[in-house]
């Protein structure tokens, strides 16, 4: 079992728990396996394997996951929704864990994102944009963000379309209390590896124009990849993928 966290016995705390030590047996297996493979998929896009970030998806899952990532070694931690995010940093009070919020936010919830998440991922609107600006302001920071643009077309997934994207990151750019950090997107749930890949690489040109013809956008993350389809997104220039299966099973209701 790893001891990525733990110096000696003394500091392990109590005797795991039976649902915390099938966590850590369960990601002590496959987290090894993991990192393989994205060290493949990242040499075959070219670039160093620490190119690509890991977010450990506890969503789902109990704090038990959570511990047994941490014990791992993992840092990047993401739940779906801002009151699930301000309830775990409460319970996990790790000063080294980052929390990314990775769901969509409803404005009237803004001020738990603002409060919580070291990166939101999923900046949908810029009337959301404006909100989480205007809390921002009243608490004194700025919140890094993504913005997610709806690369597949797909009518039951959120963001801005491609056509949008350009000028919506023209006014977001503007926001005093945004740090616009980069482009998040999701891709169809499908076998055919094609389509998978044309989503990637759309939001990837998407971001490589916006650099260039956006005045203000300097953003360098491409959140993009699941468990599901994680190796072509970092073949098509991810730089952080989004894993819970994989790393902690299927998910149950957990609080």
């Not at 409803?106 to 998440?117: F, G, I, S």
């Not at 499908?190 to 990637?200: A, G, I, L, Y």
């Not at 956008?217 to 989004?242: F, K, Q």
Request: net charge negative; proline share 7%.
């Amino acid at each position: 079992m790893p001891r990525a966290v733990y110096e000696s016995d003394a500091e392990r705390g109590p005797p795991l728990t039976p649902p915390e030590q099938a966590y850590h047996e369960r990601v002590s297996v496959a987290l090894p396996e993991l990192r393989r493979r994205m060290q493949d998929a990242a040499v075959r896009s070219g670039r160093p394997a620490d190119a690509v970030r890991l977010l450990a998806v506890t969503k789902g899952h109990p704090l038990a996951a959570v511990r047994a990532a941490r014990a791992a070694g993992l840092c990047d931690l993401a739940e779906n929704r801002p009151e699930s995010l301000v309830e775990r940093r409460g319970a996990f009070p790790d000063p080294d864990v980052r929390w990314h919020l990775i769901g969509h936010v409803q404005r009237r919830k803004a001020p738990d994102a603002v409060e919580a998440a070291h990166l939101f991922h999923a900046l949908d609107s810029v009337r959301l944009a404006e909100r989480l600006d205007r809390v921002a302001d009243e608490t004194g920071r700025r919140l890094p963000v993504l913005v997610q643009v709806n690369t597949s077309g797909e009518g039951s997934k959120g963001g801005f379309t491609v056509e949008e994207a350009p000028e919506a990151l023209t006014r977001l750019v503007t926001l005093p209390g945004l740090l616009v950090r980069g482009l998040m997107t999701m891709a169809p749930f499908v076998e055919e590896e094609e389509p998978v890949r044309e989503t990637f690489r759309r939001l990837r040109a998407l971001h490589e124009d916006a650099r260039r013809a956006v005045a203000g956008y300097e953003g360098t993350e491409l959140s993009m990849g699941m468990t599901n389809d994680y190796e072509i997104a970092i073949e098509e220039g991810s730089t952080m993928i989004r894993i819970g299966t994989a790393l902690f099973g299927e998910r149950i209701q957990a609080p």
